[in-house]
């Protein structure tokens, strides 16, 4: 855990999420400002996007904090980042090119890789990673895992062997999950849902009140709401979409019910159609609860929307009362 607090220049070893579009940078400066790691969520940005992003959030914070690329979708606003100082890049979903890696190293910039095994935590590694992100089915939002986080991890760290901290992500919101990750080795956490469930977070306030109204069992890894992103399993709230798509048989693009419904309109005018992989964010109008509500199991302990802050700090106290 030392190595990875050192290496992130950061006093808890729990970083939030790339939590995508509803993600803010009054989310990621409160994470960072108490000591933990925020992330900013710049897959989807142009480098123009990002440069505002970035100086707001600048404006915010002096602490470190991340930027997160999935590698799905090409990173246009990576240079830019790099430019505008931010020193640590964290991809998911695939591996970056050499001459990514080595654009990076330029700027001196720290490299966080998602990985899901064996193989791919030796090919992050083999690339030039300094830390490991270790992501379990249990995980919300989209997820790249095929195993869960108890099966992945031992694997991951027994590839990472000593030479770069690892962290767990997929399912954790208490103490209790802290303490369990940390014991099998891992140097740190990550956690999504619990902090899409904060004051600041983007997401719709009807969005944060189903996460608190519903326990694991509630959510389901599917690939049901595809819209925008398509062969890409994504755990979710079993919301009435899902449900409606079940009971027809799960089928598939084009044929789906409701394929063509505009459940609402986003914040600039524009229609969500039912299946779109957009989460709801505040401003949002229309049926939130039938739109894509990421959630990993973590929800089982998700119980109140509170700030970043008091998130952090809860949670920390009570993995040292353990
Ligand atoms: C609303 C939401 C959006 C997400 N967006 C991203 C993203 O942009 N990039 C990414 O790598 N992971 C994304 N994830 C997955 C997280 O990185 C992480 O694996 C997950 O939140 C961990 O599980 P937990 O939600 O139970 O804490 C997202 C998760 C959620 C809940």
């Not at 957009?278 to 739109?291: D, H, K, L, Y």
């Amino acid at each position: 855990m030392k190595e990875l607090l050192e290496m992130l220049n950061i006093d808890y070893p729990i970083i939030q999420a790339p939590i995508g579009g509803v993600v803010t940078t009054e989310l990621v400066a409160a994470v960072s400002n108490c000591g933990a790691l925020g992330g900013l969520a710049l897959s989807w940005s142009s480098p123009e996007d990002a440069e505002i992003k970035i100086k707001q959030l600048k404006s915010l914070t002096s602490k470190p904090f991340y930027a997160n690329f999935v590698l799905n979708f090409e990173p246009k606003a990576l240079k830019r980042t790099l430019e505008l100082d931010v020193k640590i890049i964290q991809f998911s979903w695939g591996m970056p090119s050499i001459e990514l890696v080595d654009l990076i190293k330029s700027f001196n910039a720290k490299i966080g890789i998602q990985v899901t095994d064996k193989e791919s935590a030796l090919r992050a590694m083999s690339l030039g990673a300094d830390y490991l992100v270790c992501q379990g089915t249990q995980a919300g939002g989209h997820v790249q895992a095929s195993k869960t986080l108890e099966k992945a991890l031992p694997e991951v760290l027994q590839a990472a062997n000593g030479k770069m901290p690892v962290l767990a992500s997929g399912g954790i919101s208490c103490g209790n999950d802290i303490k369990k990750f940390l014991v099998l080795g891992a140097s740190g956490v990550v956690m999504g849902s619990r902090f899409v469930a904060s004051i600041e977070s983007g997401a719709h306030q009807i969005y944060k009140e189903n996460l608190v109204n519903s326990n694991s069992d509630d959510t389901v890894l599917t690939v049901c709401m595809n819209k925008g992103w398509d062969n890409a399993s994504h755990r979710i709230i079993r919301n009435t979409t899902f449900k409606m798509w079940e009971s027809d048989g799960c089928a598939k693009i084009g044929n789906r019910p409701g394929e063509f419904d505009i459940l609402g309109k986003n914040v600039s005018g524009k229609n969500i159609e039912r299946y779109s992989f957009s989460a709801p964010v505040s401003g949002v109008s229309g049926n939130i609860e039938a739109m894509t509500l990421y959630a990993g199991t973590s929800v089982n302990n998700i119980n109140n929307i509170k700030s970043a802050s008091d998130i952090v700090k809860d949670i920390w106290d009570e993995y040292l009362n353990k």
